[in-house]
T-cell receptor, first 113, second 112 residues
Framework: GDSVTQMEGPVTLSEEAFLTINCTYT??????LFWYVQYPGEGLQLLLK?????DKGSNKGFEATYRKETTSFHLEKGSVQVSDSAVYFC????????????FGSGTRLLVRP | SAVISQKPSRDICQRGTSLTIQCQVD?????MFWYRQQPGQSLTLIAT?????????ESGFVIDKFPISRPNLTFSTLTVSNMSPEDSSIYLC?????????FGPGTRLTVT
């Protein structure tokens, strides 16, 4: 079945460092891909998405490009802030009638001042 | 985007009892979903709840353990029955609106 694999955390960075969180997927069709973020004590929020190959999703300085050839959707940010400390989840939706989301295991990011 | 509220926000329950979690949405939606997030883990879909039909459960989840109601287009409930400590999780309701899926704030359940 479809699945999502994320790099294990925690990832600890200093403020203004470059961030990459790796995400790869396995899917039989042409899924849509998402990054969700969960800030401490808060609910899950959609960060960005891409619905087809070569699409780039972006939001709040974060970017991810849908790479069909490598089945990847890595999350990047050029300069992280302390406020970016959160858990990041990569997810896919197979786009079928179920519309269900399949999540990766999550990666905790800790940004130090 | 839709606003989703859940009640209760958290609860501590004794094993063997049941808890019903409510999910209220501020707009009408056809498809609602219930997810579970066990401590330190990712989210797993429990079931899909469409108004007017029986909920569809994912592998590993059964109606007797997690009965779901969907009486109208803005409301759903999930019951966690005959609880055990393994049911300690965050339970989230979710809905699909357009091409995006939104999540409620979650209900943190601790079973002692």
């Amino acid at each position: 079945g479809d699945s999502v694999t994320q790099m294990e955390g925690p990832v600890t960075l200093s403020e203004e460092a470059f961030l990459t969180i790796n995400c790869t997927y396995t899917a039989t069709g042409y899924p849509s891909l998402f990054w969700y973020v969960q800030y401490p004590g808060e609910g899950l929020q959609l960060l960005l998405k891409a619905t087809k190959a070569d699409d780039k999703g972006s939001n709040k300085g974060f970017e991810a490009t849908y790479r069909k050839e490598t089945t990847s959707f890595h999350l990047e940010k050029g300069s992280v802030q302390v406020s970016d400390s959160a858990v990041y989840f990569c997810a896919l939706s197979d786009g079928g009638s179920s519309y269900k989301l399949i999540f990766g295991s999550g990666t905790r990011l800790l940004v130090r001042p | 985007s839709a606003v989703i509220s859940q009640k209760p926000s958290r609860d501590i329950c004794q094993r063997g009892t049941s808890l019903t979690i409510q999910c209220q949405v501020d707009s009408q939606v056809t498809m609602m979903f219930w997810y579970r997030q066990q401590p330190g883990q990712s989210l797993t879909l429990i079931a899909t709840a469409n108004q007017g039909s029986e909920a569809t459960y994912e592998s590993g989840f059964v109606i007797d353990k997690f009965p779901i109601s969907r009486p109208n287009l803005t409301f759903s409930t999930l019951t966690v029955s005959n609880m055990s400590p393994e049911d300690s999780s965050i339970y989230l309701c979710s809905l699909r609106q357009g091409n995006e899926q939104y999540f409620g704030p979650g209900t943190r359940l601790t079973v002692t």
